[in-house]
């Protein structure tokens, strides 16, 4: 594996056979605790030998890209979309052969991906805040190392209509 070009990232999966490439800044780093997030985290811990998607305290970390910095370098026959509900427009994606958790997708116009934090590879952004920690596991403590918030903040809404913005201007 090379060492990527600064800003950008490496999403290598357990194994290695599948690698995702991200170029450009993320839009965000963020630990997720809604419900959908702990879920499909659990869907996918117990499928065979995979790795933990949740941290601890039951949140999900991810770096937001832009869906258009995002490409499969390896192992794309690989990917496999997993939903926790058949009419979900949110899409959880593994790599098969070793079923890691790679990224979340959208079906409807979401212009972002939720890449896993923990499959990046190299110099991570730092975690910006802590969104839907009113979702948190009743035995959970959400740390305080971060800005935290029971929903979706509006400075996380901005800076995705900011990533949005630049995609028209193909920025």
């Not at 899409?91 to 896993?116: E, Q």
């Not at 805040?129 to 903040?153: A, H, Q, W």
Request: positive net charge; proline residues 6%.
């Amino acid at each position: 594996m090379s060492t990527p070009p600064k800003n950008n990232m490496i999403v290598s999966c357990l194994c290695g056979r599948v690698e995702l490439e991200a170029i450009g800044a993320p839009i965000s780093s963020v630990v997720c605790y809604c419900d959908d997030c702990q879920e499909g985290s659990r869907q996918i811990e117990a499928l065979p030998n995979a790795s933990p998607v949740q941290d601890l305290d039951g949140g999900s970390a991810y770096i937001v890209y832009r869906k258009d910095r995002v490409t499969c370098s390896r192992g794309a026959l690989l990917l496999k979309s997993l939903k926790i509900r058949e009419k979900s427009a949110t899409n959880r994606v593994i790599a098969t052969c070793c079923n890691s958790a790679m990224l979340l997708g959208f079906d409807d116009g979401k212009h972002w991906v939720d890449v896993y934090r923990s499959r990046c590879k190299g110099d991570l952004p730092p975690l910006q805040m802590r969104i839907c920690t009113k979702f948190k596991p009743e035995n959970g403590d959400v740390p305080s190392d971060l800005p935290s918030y029971s929903s979706y903040p509006f400075k996380f809404l901005v800076m995705l209509l900011a990533a949005r913005i630049a995609m028209l201007f193909h920025r």
